[in-house]
């Protein structure tokens, strides 16, 4: 017994040493800037709880946020230059044609279990993204007309990329595609059981990034614990290991009204998408009580009223689908909502009402010429006559003699959205529409709108990784899973569903801007025509941080103010929150 373990402990060894001489030799990435301070603890706040901690099937906000300090990618997009910059990929050569993109990889850097990583996961990621039984939320992004992109092992260092034809700005697809350890994710997706894998229940030592932060402890409804991955691949110009931080501390705060709380008695260090009346009240008080509040202007985001125009669930649903297929009924809808009222009285003037799908803060994509949304209830009934509904007294029948009802879901940890809804609710009542409006937790509402599609109404948003249309290739194509009113479908299920994927697919393999801007303008004329998803607003960003936290540097491109973790640092650091 004593050989055995004797045996074990110069393989442990000689693992140890394996992994040091691989840090030692590390192709480490220097960050620019002044360096900071090693030591302390940063504390946020999430509104709900994450749904997965696995990249592959994600697609929720409170997930993504998370995977932000647990992963990294190949090619990074700077959220506050907006411009790609080398990650996990040291560098890149492009062939004259634009078709052949090789990678050559860092050298010796590792997951946060230790394990190196090298070609054979980017190859596996790729694998797994598009893989059809896993039907990844990530797959629509990299497909080029229905084709994937063909991805080679050259050699542990090197991978090539071949893209089906040319693609606009193809360097950006590289950005949040996170780098999967194929050592611990291999053996489940051969079993068919990866999109199960890393559940919120998945204890830490089973699962590994590439990112600053390793998951430490996670209590459902109460918190997440990060700590500092000893493997990062960063250093600052004193040769200092990023993060700087030991830990980061997410609270599951519920509501965003509980988020202020919490950040007003200094138990968190920085806020994000707050609401514009709690950012008044944290303004007044900021210099009392030691933190700073930016109001970034207009955002990326866009929030919306989406109707479920799928395959029915229930005999309920069908039944309102008789007038909610209807485009005349969604154009008068479109009409009757009172967009400016909403940024007056819900956002006090920090919000832009939405002409289309693209907010106005996307100035190099949105479309200018579409004419501004202006609240007119004499179209709404003229488009709602037109279309063969009926007012009697006041209540409106639909075409086929029944009286126009329905729900609309909304977020209730949301105050705003829960806001617009009820202002929606009382501005369709002058059309003599009954609509409800039904609060629930978030992951209850994403489990109807993606899952079992057991809504009439949702009222969402949308924000992006990317100022560039193409991440939302998941929204606009027909066949995507986060085509919301409609998703996965076989084939378009309407003409102007089927221009809207030949137009996002020919944008994809244009290279000139202008020629891509027409093509998407187009796009958003479209849907702003068929009103499939009905935009409303896009609230400024606002945000706020400790005084003392250091690289604090908010953006415009999501997640506004956790994409630069790795960098953060207290001018004096504490075991706990800066304050």
């Known amino acids: 017994m004593g050989g055995t373990n004797s ?91 634009g078709r052949r993109w090789t990678l050559e990889l860092r050298r010796g850097i590792q997951f946060s279990d230790g394990h190196p990583f090298d070609a054979d996961d980017v190859v596996f990621t790729f694998q797994v993204i598009y893989d059809p039984k896993l039907n990844s939320p990530q797959r629509d992004l990299l497909l080029l007309d229905g084709k994937p992109i063909a991805v080679r092992k050259l050699d542990p260092w090197h991978v090539e990329f071949v893209l089906p034809e040319p693609r606009a700005v193809a360097d950006r697809l590289f950005d949040s595609v996170y780098i999967l350890p194929r050592h611990l994710l291999e053996p489940l997706w051969k079993a068919g059981k990866l999109a199960d894998a890393w559940t919120v229940s998945t204890p830490p030592a089973g699962i590994a990034g590439l990112g600053p932060f390793r998951l430490k402890s996670y209590t459902a409804g109460q918190e997440i614990v990060l700590e500092r991955n000893p493997y990062f691949w960063k250093v600052d110009a004193k040769g200092q290991s990023l993060p700087y931080l030991d830990s980061v501390r997410l609270l599951v705060v519920g509501t965003e009204d509980n988020q202020v709380l919490r950040f007003q008695a200094g138990e968190t260090d920085l806020i994000n998408r707050v609401g514009a009346r709690n950012f008044a009240v944290l303004e007044r008080e900021a210099k009392q009580r030691g933190y700073a509040m930016q109001d970034l202007g207009a955002s990326l985001e866009t929030s919306f009223l989406v109707f479920n125009l799928g395959a029915a669930p229930s005999p309920e649903i069908a039944a309102r689908q008789v007038f909610l297929k209807r485009t005349e009924f969604r154009q008068a809808v479109s009409a009757a909502i009172d967009r400016a009222a909403m940024v007056r009285l819900i956002y006090d003037g920090r919000a832009n009402p939405l002409a289309g799908p693209v907010a106005p803060g996307n100035r190099a994509w949105v479309d200018s010429q579409l004419p501004p949304p202006v609240r007119s209830l004499d179209r709404a009934r003229q488009l709602l006559s037109a279309a063969g509904f009926q007012l009697r007294g006041a209540t409106l029948f639909d ?51 993606q899952g079992t599609r057991q809504f009439e109404a949702a009222l969402l948003s949308l924000g992006s990784p990317d100022a560039d249309p193409n991440p939302s290739l998941a929204v606009f194509l027909s066949s995507a899973g986060n085509h919301l009113w409609n998703p996965l479908q076989k084939t378009p299920a309407t003409p102007w569903e089927a221009e809207i994927d030949s137009l996002m697919r020919r944008q994809q393999v244009t290279l000139d801007y202008a020629a891509r801007k027409n093509l998407f303008d187009r796009v958003q004329r479209i849907l702003v025509e068929n009103q499939p998803m009905i935009a409303l607003v896009s609230p400024n960003i606002l945000v706020g941080a400790n005084s003392n936290l250091r690289n604090f540097r908010p953006a415009l491109l999501e997640p506004f103010t956790t994409w630069n973790p790795d960098e953060f640092y207290w001018s004096h650091p504490t075991p706990g929150a800066g304050r």
């Open 7 to 97: 045996g074990v402990g110069l393989r442990v060894a000689a693992i140890a040493l394996a992994c040091t001489l691989s840090t030692l030799a590390a192709d480490r990435l220097v960050v620019s800037g002044p360096p900071g301070i090693p030591g302390g603890r940063l504390v946020a706040a999430l509104r709900t709880d994450p749904r997965t901690l696995n990249w592959a099937v994600a697609s929720d906000s409170a997930s993504r946020e998370v995977l932000g300090f647990l992963m990294a990618d190949l090619i990074h997009i700077n959220r506050q230059t907006q411009k790609t910059e080398p990650a996990l990929a040291r560098s890149w050569k492009v062939s004259p044609d």
């Open 399 to 449: 075409p086929a003699g029944a009286p126009v009802e329905f729900t609309i879901i909304v977020s209730n940890t949301n105050p705003e959205r829960q806001q617009m809804a009820a202002m929606i609710q009382d501005d369709l009542k002058a059309l003599g529409m009954r609509v409800h409006v039904a609060p629930m937790d978030f992951r209850s509402l994403g489990e109807r709108v």
